[in-house]
């Protein structure tokens, strides 16, 4: 069944269109913050009319809802180009924490727009339901992560649950950071963080814990 070739160019255009306005959105999102951003100001920066905006997006929440797909969306793919093909789970491990780190440093207006929208979580229908959503597939994907790590002999006894939940709580937290500051230094937060979740995550003697447990 061959497709209309004018139903496939306006879906295309309409798609073009919204990706567009999205990432203006992103833009006014980082320059004016959460309440700055209206459905005029986003049109003004576009040049065109607020009808063009209400005829692809039917209001602000909806439009807020594609910002949070797209960003997270831009670094799911941004992630699975450098997390592919690691060695070993402890170098799976690395890569998902510079990976990530790297997308917030080289991705500064998109992680500021994401933030001014969580932070007004509560005020935009849809939108804690959609990144609690994709807080959960990290948090089970990081998991298994470990829980690999653990049966192939790389990682120790330290439960995966409160590994997964306390590195992705770590990194939402340094999303915050460069928010509030954007002088914040992420080259050497990576590097004690990579440390950090080495001694985590690794294996210790546990005659040498017990031993330092009881002095």
């Known amino acids: 069944m061959r497709t209309n070739s004018s139903e496939s160019d306006s879906s295309f255009i309409g798609t073009a269109r919204r990706v567009q306005i999205t990432q203006a959105t992103i833009e006014v999102l980082a320059a004016e913050g959460y309440t700055g951003t209206t ?4 049109a003004g920066r576009l040049g065109v009319s607020k009808g063009i905006l209400s005829y692809h997006f039917a209001s602000k929440a909806e439009l807020l809802q594609a910002v949070v797909r797209f960003v997270l969306s831009e ?8 997390m592919h093909g690691a060695a070993s789970f ?22 500021r727009a994401l933030t001014e929208v969580l932070a007004n979580a509560r005020a ?6 959609l990144f609690a959503a994709s ?3 990290a948090v089970h994907a990081l998991e298994a992560l470990f829980d690999g790590g653990r049966r192939a002999g790389e990682f120790g006894d330290v439960p995966s649950r409160i590994l997964a939940v306390s590195l992705r709580a770590t990194i939402d937290s340094t999303s915050e950071s460069l928010r509030s500051d ?3 230094d992420l080259s050497e937060f ?4 990579l440390q950090l979740f080495d001694r985590a995550a690794g294996q210790y ?9 009881h002095e």
């Open 205 to 213: 003697d546990q005659i040498t814990l017990e031993g330092a447990s």
């Open 135 to 137: 807080q959960a597939q």
């Open 90 to 111: 402890r170098g799976a491990l690395h890569s998902y924490i510079s990976a990530n780190l790297s997308y917030l440093d080289s991705h500064r207006t998109e992680i």
């Open 39 to 42: 459905m005029a100001v986003i």
């Open 75 to 82: 670094a799911g793919e941004w992630m699975e180009q450098r």
């Open 182 to 184: 954007p002088a914040f």
């Open 190 to 193: 990576e590097r004690e963080l």
């Open 124 to 129: 935009t229908e849809g939108v804690p339901e």
